[in-house]
């Protein structure tokens, strides 16, 4: 699919109120109609007006879904393991969701490599459903748009969604925000790879796989990352849980971001899961049921531990802040323009008109004295990312 080139996450209104049209559109999802998911994921992408209503309806359909990120450098066969998975889950009996996160076209914005077709050991099964999208820049090929797509699989009834990362190195940290479980690939050989996982994202992995087993030095390997984890493992103490799941992991892992570092609900539910290491042939199939027992076992120890619910609440909390700031950012972008544009106020300053600190204040006024008046309690609500940050605008409860 072709995307737009648009403002990092536009937002319309914030009214999360459904236009009759879209009323019918959600219905025929969630009715099973797989036009209707395609169709629905398309507005999520193209961030379409109209489109946070449809996922705020979806919300209270989710929960159902387990959900695995599959994350690794370029090279180590994340796409043709993904597809093995899903023929196995499908030999199970689960109906599947994949999200493969692309790179981002320079010109387009849409996916570079489109609807690929490593996806072959499927074709044709109408139980799964496979969307290629584009990274849109995010740090780890993760945005908000593909967590929404998972919340639309989700809604359909998808008993498991698997999203494929880029393969961007220790970015691959924002996978952590959509998936229950993290499967981190490296490949035989891959010292580079390993040195990578030394430098962070060994943290967020909950399984790790050491792909294409047949090669020479898979057993070293697969030692050495069995090393890395027990190390790790010892340095946290064998009372407290690792993985990415861990209280405080997603803090230490983002700190670079306060909105990853959300703590709500960090302490409960321990779990005491030891990321187990396991060896796949993905061009054969070798070793993928062995990876689903894993995938399997730790959903089953989030679960018991309670630590699944509040990994959940902590991803909400996330969202929630990167929508804020997303609507807060469009409020202040239209109140700059308001004032003359970025470039007339770089002038002021530059003329020893004003400073930057001022010139930002006055930006912000209309926002902030908007802000102001809703906590008053006055009836003139603040505004809705779509509005005059200057001018008064009934609010939504009005």
């Known amino acids: 699919m072709v995307g737009r080139d648009t403002d990092a996450d536009e937002t319309d ?15 025929s999802l969630l009715s099973g109609s797989h ?19 449809i996922v705020s309806a979806l919300h209270d359909h989710t929960g159902t879904a387990d959900v695995i990120g599959i994350t690794g450098a370029p ?39 489109g609807d690929r077709i490593r ?39 998808k008993d498991t ?4 990362t880029v393969g961007a190195g220790q970015s691959e940290i924002d996978v952590v925000r959509t998936a229950d479980t993290v499967a981190v690939l490296v490949q035989p050989g891959a010292g580079d790879d390993v040195q990578t996982l030394k430098a962070g994202i060994l943290e967020i ?35 407290h849980p690792t993985g990415h799941h ?45 990876l689903l027992e894993a995938f399997d076992a730790h959903a089953a120890a989030l679960r018991d531990s309670g630590e699944l619910a509040a990994a959940r609440r902590r991803r909400h909390a996330a969202t929630i ?34 400073d930057p600190y001022t010139v930002a204040a006055e930006v912000l006024d209309p926002i902030e004295r908007c802000v102001e008046r809703a906590t008053d309690g006055e009836p003139s609500g603040s505004p809705g990312p779509d509005a005059d940050p200057g001018a008064d605008r009934p609010s939504e409860k009005d």
């Not at 670079?256 to 042939?281: L, M, Y």
Request: proline letters at 3%.
């Open 13 to 27: 209104a914030a009214s999360t109120a459904l236009s009759d049209r879209d009323a019918t559109l959600v219905e």
């Open 35 to 53: 036009r209707a998911l395609a169709r629905v994921i398309s507005r999520i992408e193209d961030r379409a007006p109209g489109y946070r209503a």
């Open 75 to 113: 090279g180590a066969g994340k796409s043709t393991l993904v597809d093995k998975l899903a023929l196995a889950l499908r030999d199970r009996g689960d109906t599947v969701g994949v999200v493969a996160v692309d790179p981002a076209s320079p010109y387009t914005g849409g996916a570079v490599l």
């Open 119 to 157: 996806m072959a050991s499927t074709v044709g099964d109408m139980d799964v459903f496979f969307r290629s999208m584009s990274a849109r820049g995010q740090l780890g090929g993760l945005s908000m748009a593909t967590a929404d797509a998972v919340t639309a699989l989700d809604a359909f009834g």
């Open 161 to 164: 969604i698997v999203i494929e």
């Open 205 to 239: 992995g909950d399984v790790f796989v050491v792909n294409k087993f047949d090669r020479e030095g898979a057993e070293r390997t697969r030692s050495e990352l069995e090393e890395m984890v027990h190390r790790r493992d010892g340095h946290a103490g064998a009372s």
């Open 246 to 290: 861990a209280p405080g992991a997603a803090h230490s892992a983002g700190a670079a971001d306060d909105s990853h570092g959300v703590d709500d609900g960090a302490e409960e539910g321990s779990s005491t899961w030891t990321p187990p290491v396991v060896g796949t042939v993905a061009e054969t199939g070798e070793g993928v049921d062995a």
């Open 321 to 354: 802040r990167t929508l804020i700031r997303a609507d807060v950012g469009t409020l202040a972008r239209d109140s700059i323009t308001e004032h003359g544009g970025i470039d007339a106020l770089a002038e002021r300053v530059c003329r020893g008109e004003s």
